[in-house]
């Protein structure tokens, strides 16, 4: 079964870091494009990050130069490295597979999703 | 960036009913389009990709057109479990991914 799990979501302290983990089960990550999807409490879906399978990485404004994608193929799992955050990076963060034809690319599965919680 | 409207932001219809959601973004995106519907506490699940293509498993209750900068959902016959948020979504300017603001439904 094709499946992503996150895990690594906690309450931190604003300015603190956090590392997530979406583990891939079913497929390889270095073969595919995953990307990070994030929503605040009660808002909508916002893009954070993608790495693509030959290892470009690119990320939203509002995350570039503070939040950090990479992967360990060994492991078949994706990370987002989390520095210097605020309390607007709150939210529940989910990982995505990229899917895609010759002409339209969509995201499928999502893993159920990890809560970061920004609070002093 | 592409900046896309979903409309309404909320609706309720009645069992059976036939509904129609529009997004509409701030340029041409040919059919780079896709919908998604998320149930509270859960994970976004794609409906259609490529504006009209309907995913595996969908129900054949929901049909997406449209092409260039309007887009329309469509959700006919509905059942209880269609309570939802519906998100619209662009890959024309992949890697910068967008989503609309979402559209609550209510049965």
């Known amino acids: 079964e094709v499946q992503l799990v996150e895990s690594g979501g906690d309450l931190v302290q604003p300015g603190g870091s956090l590392r997530l983990s979406c583990a891939a089960s079913?497929?390889?990550?270095?073969?595919?494009?995953i990307h990070w999807v994030r929503q605040a409490p009660g808002k909508g879906l916002e893009w954070v990050s993608v790495?693509?399978?030959?290892?470009?990485?690119y990320y939203a404004d509002s995350v570039r130069a503070r939040f950090a994608i990479s992967r360990d193929n060994s492991k078949n799992t994706v990370y987002l490295q989390m520095d210097a955050l605020t309390a607007e990076d709150t939210g529940v963060y989910f990982c995505?597979?990229?899917?895609?034809?010759?002409?339209?690319?969509?995201?499928?599965?999502w893993g159920q999703g990890t809560l970061v919680t920004v609070s002093s | 960036d592409i900046q896309m409207t979903q409309s309404p932001s909320s609706l309720s219809a009645s069992l059976r009913d036939r509904v129609t959601i529009t997004c509409r973004t701030s340029?041409?995106?040919?059919?780079?389009l896709n919908w998604y519907q998320q149930k509270p506490g859960k994970a976004p699940k794609v409906l259609i990709y490529?504006?009209?293509t309907l995913q595996s498993g969908v129900p054949s209750r929901f049909s997406g057109s449209g092409s260039g900068t309007s887009f329309t959902l469509s959700i006919s016959n509905l059942q209880p479990e269609d309570s939802a948020t519906y998100y619209c979504?662009?890959?024309?300017?992949?890697?910068?991914?967008?989503f609309g603001q979402g559209t609550i439904l209510e049965i």
């Open positions: 995505a597979r990229e899917m895609a034809t010759i002409s339209s690319s969509w995201f499928d599965p």
């Open positions: 079913g497929f390889t990550v270095n073969t595919n494009y």
């Open positions: 790495i693509y399978s030959g290892g470009d990485t």
């Open positions: 340029q041409n995106i040919n059919n780079y």
């Open positions: 490529a504006a009209s």
């Open positions: 979504q662009q890959s024309y300017s992949a890697p910068r991914w967008s």
